[in-house]
């Protein structure tokens, strides 16, 4: 893994004075004559936060019109100049990210991924990577905050560590190239992502350079601090095994509502007449098929992952049967 943070989306949001260009997709914001790109997949999941670039390029020149109406080519037609960290919600540029290296648009083998974990009072720890084709060229922890962001090079610090864990585990010393998932995690994963807001777990793949074969896979458990000039990161530990065949577990906070909503349907269960149970039995499996229909045809948008959009909608609907149960239940009681 190289050292050098190759980052270059410009995230761009806010100043007194922003105005948005199609504010509900938030394709782009101004500043001035400056506009700036909102950056694909880079919203966390509560829509708070996200990345976005500027154009490297005549403000002249730029055809802005090619962003609405094909955003993968604007992509690939131009240049970053920088990447920002901004809060959407305030409409407000917080901080730039890195040097100014430059982005490689798609088609290329580099691509940003950006992980944010869960607020705590006002602020935010999120994960940005950088990947190329032999795996990821560099990771920043960023502490985010409500005026100002901070930043700090981890790459290293994982690298070491799963190296060790690897010998330890029995791999040979060769030339290994290291994929850290980021894209996709849960804001707050059962086994992967965040499982509070100062800790978080990253799958990784090690693979063999001059082989580009794969020699381990694992996940390294990283505890999070915040510090006056910059965030620190302490490695606990690093498992090396294989890992299951859909490491982004459920999200904790839907896990949790599911397991509300199956109380309150077993008890529901235990209180009912026999007619009454059928008929909640077979009410709650039309429910499930359909909950589990309309957030599979749930689509992010340009700037989110499917499967937060999907997540979300899943514990909306799920916080909804929750309060309609409990309706049941309290009608029950008035018996």
């Known amino acids: 893994m190289r050292s050098s943070f190759s980052l270059a989306i410009l995230l761009l949001f806010g100043l007194p004075g922003l105005g948005y260009a199609q504010a509900e997709q938030q394709l782009w914001i101004e ?10 997949h880079s919203k966390s999941p509560d829509r708070r936060h996200a990345l976005a670039w500027v154009v490297e390029a005549d403000p002249a020149t730029i055809d802005w019109a090619l962003l609405t109406r094909d955003p993968d080519s604007f992509y690939e037609k131009y240049e970053v100049r920088e990447l920002w960290i901004v809060d959407l919600t305030q409409n407000r540029k917080l901080c730039s990210l890195g040097s100014s290296i430059g982005y490689v648009r798609p088609g290329s083998h580099r691509s940003l ?3 944010w974990g869960p607020l705590e009072g006002g602020r935010r720890f999120a994960i940005a990577g950088y990947d190329w084709k032999w795996g990821t060229d560099a990771l920043v922890l960023v502490d985010v905050g409500s005026e100002n962001c901070r ?3 981890i790459g290293q610090i994982l690298e070491h560590s799963v190296i060790a864990a690897m010998k330890k585990s029995g791999a040979r010393a060769e030339n290994y190239d290291i994929e850290y998932t980021i ?12 499982a509070n807001s100062s800790t978080v777990r990253l799958p990784f793949t090690a693979k063999i350079r001059e082989r580009d074969k794969p020699a381990a896979q694992g996940i390294v458990f990283l505890n999070l601090v915040r510090r006056a000039d ?3 990161v302490t490695v606990r530990k690093t498992t090396v095994a294989a890992l299951p065949e859909d490491p ?14 199956n109380a309150l ?7 009912m007449k026999p007619a009454e149970r059928e008929a909640l039995k077979i009410d709650e499996r039309n429910w499930i098929e359909q909950r589990e229909r309309q957030a599979a045809d749930v689509k992010g948008d340009y700037y ?15 916080e909804e049967r929750i309060i309609e149960l409990r309706k049941r239940a309290d009608s029950l009681q008035k018996k």
Do not use: C, M, W
């Open 265 to 271: 349907y077993l008890d529901l269960l235990k209180r």
């Open 151 to 153: 930043e700090a090079q």
């Open 183 to 194: 894209s996709e995690l849960p804001e707050l994963g059962l086994k992967t992502g965040f």
């Open 248 to 261: 982004f577990s459920d999200d904790a906070r839907l896990a949790k509502a599911d397991r509300e909503l």
């Open 230 to 232: 910059a965030p620190s």
């Open 113 to 115: 991924h950006v992980a």
């Open 304 to 318: 989110e992952d499917n499967r937060i959009a999907s997540d979300r909608v899943l514990q909306r609907l799920t």
């Open 31 to 40: 500043s001035g004559s400056q506009k700036a790109v909102v950056a694909r």
